[in-house]
């Protein structure tokens, strides 16, 4: 059982940058997809960024490339989401997920473990 825990939500003016991290516990950290998802109120769940097991393959959701950069540090069990260029429609609570199966995957389906989120609010 992986347990994920994010944090470094909070507020932020629009242009402005924020890094959310998420650590894991329980699981072969490195053995797990991760990748980040994001849920505005009255939305669905959104994909917004995955990164393979070795950090070789990123991808990106079309509304955050250029703008958000994905990263893991396997000796420290985290997966980073760096996002610059903030813009108010990025306001969202942001969950990190870890998909066990090989391969990546942009669906929420496809993940078997997902934190409880963290709130990033952008200010126009």
């Known amino acids: 059982q992986v347990q994920l825990v994010e944090s470094g939500g909070g507020l932020v003016h629009t242009g402005g940058s924020l890094r959310v991290s998420c650590a894991a516990s329980?699981?072969?950290?490195?053995?797990?997809?991760m990748g980040w998802f994001r849920q505005a109120p009255g939305k669905e769940r959104d994909f917004v960024a995955v990164?393979?097991?070795?950090?070789?393959?990123?991808y990106y959701a079309d509304f955050v490339k250029g703008r958000f950069t994905i990263s893991r540090d396997n000796a420290k069990n985290t997966v980073y989401l760096q996002m610059n260029s903030l813009k108010p429609e990025d306001t969202a609570v942001y969950y990190c997920?870890?998909?066990?199966?090989?391969?990546?995957?942009?669906?929420?389906?496809?993940?078997?473990?997902w934190g409880q989120g963290t709130q990033v609010t952008v200010s126009s």
């Open positions: 997920a870890a998909r066990a199966p090989p391969g990546i995957s942009y669906s929420v389906s496809q993940y078997d473990y």
């Open positions: 329980g699981g072969t950290f490195s053995s797990y997809a």
């Open positions: 990164i393979g097991r070795s950090a070789g393959t990123t």
